[in-house]
């Protein structure tokens, strides 16, 4: 069983920075990927930022330039840094980890970004 437990959401303002947390039950080598996801009230879940075993990013349009995915081997902890946020970023926030056609998720961390 594999567990990803997400941390760090919270209220922000515009403009403002979070880094959330996911700390991984297993060795995040082992997956062919590790990512955000996120979701806002009413809308699908969506692409935030991927990397892969080999340490290549991918990021939507939306966050590029802003939002940075990192990881800690030895601690299997995968990081996403958010600068310049906007109120359109509000949304849970959801790591995810794929190895195959299998998907683990967190259970998501809320992230408001509001005056």
């Known amino acids: 069983q594999v567990q990803l437990v997400e941390s760090g959401g919270g209220l922000v303002q515009p403009g403002g920075s979070l880094r959330l947390s996911c700390a991984v039950s297993?060795?995040?080598?082992?997956?062919?990927?590790m990512g955000w996801y996120r979701q806002a009230p009413g809308k699908q879940r969506e692409l935030v930022t991927t990397?892969?075993?080999?340490?290549?990013?991918n990021y939507a349009d939306s966050v590029k330039g802003r939002f940075t995915i990192s990881r800690d081997i030895a601690k299997n902890t995968v990081y996403l840094q958010m600068n310049s946020l906007k109120p359109e970023d509000t949304a849970v926030y959801y790591c995810?980890?794929?190895?195959?056609?299998?998907?683990?998720w967190g259970q998501g961390t809320q992230v408001t970004v509001s005056s």
């Open positions: 995810n980890a794929r190895w195959g056609a299998l998907n683990y």
């Open positions: 297993r060795n995040i080598f082992s997956f062919d990927t």
């Open positions: 990397i892969t075993s080999g340490g290549s990013p």
